[in-house]
């Protein structure tokens, strides 16, 4: 089983780097922008959660493999904030991939919930639901080269190494309290957030930000 997030001590070859202003991501033109969800819903119904459904049904996680990023559709503040009413289904979802698949970070298009969103594990396997991360100036963050890989892929033939920063402090929607907060997130927690705003296409956080 892939580890989501490893550090990195050499750098692939192919990769040309960007200076966002917020991380260093890969750039590349040949990666297609695609909708979350194809009928443009907020979020994806999943079969494993229908009445009738078997109490086993594995969740129908599909994880970022780097090879597209989504789109802007739904990236406006006002579905952001329809998307806060509804954390624990989204939460509940994010919580059954991460313990399926033995990962820390879920994006919320994994899920199928169509607005962007990091879900975050501490040691406890308490969830952050990041919902819009907006990425605040932070002295001193020093950059880590990371090496990616789908929780749901090999680990050796599928990865992608990028530069992120080892340290974030983001503004964000809080799922839990609704609530606008500011908090300085580090590690892996802070990878996945710069992930998340790799993930979808540049547009989205001109909206948000």
């Not at 406006?76 to 904030?81: A, P, S």
Request: with cysteine; aromatic share 10%.
């Amino acid at each position: 089983m892939a580890q989501r997030l490893a550090l990195a001590s050499i750098l692939s070859g192919y990769l040309t780097w960007h200076n966002s202003g917020d991380a260093y991501n890969v750039v590349s033109d040949n990666m297609p922008i695609v909708k979350v969800n194809d009928d443009d819903s907020l979020l994806k119904e999943w079969a494993s959660e229908m009445y009738g459904a078997p109490a086993d049904a594995a969740p129908e996680c599909s994880f970022f493999n780097f090879s597209i990023r989504y789109n802007a559709n739904l990236c406006n503040h006002f579905v952001l904030g329809r998307a806060s009413a509804m954390p624990r289904q989204a939460v509940h979802r994010a919580l059954r991939c991460a313990a399926q698949h033995e990962t820390e970070c879920i994006l919320s298009p994994e899920i199928g919930l169509a607005v962007p969103a990091a879900f975050v594990f501490d040691a406890r396997g308490e969830v952050q639901t990041v919902l819009g991360p907006r990425l605040l100036p932070l002295q001193d963050s020093e950059q880590q080269h990371v090496r990616l890989a789908p929780p749901d892929g090999d680990g050796l033939t599928d990865t992608l190494t990028v530069e992120f920063h080892k340290t974030v402090r983001a503004e964000f929607l809080d799922g839990e309290s609704k609530a606008l907060r500011t908090r300085v997130f580090s590690g892996n927690d802070a990878y996945c957030i710069q992930l998340l705003r790799f993930a979808f296409e540049p547009k989205c956080w001109k909206q948000l930000d």
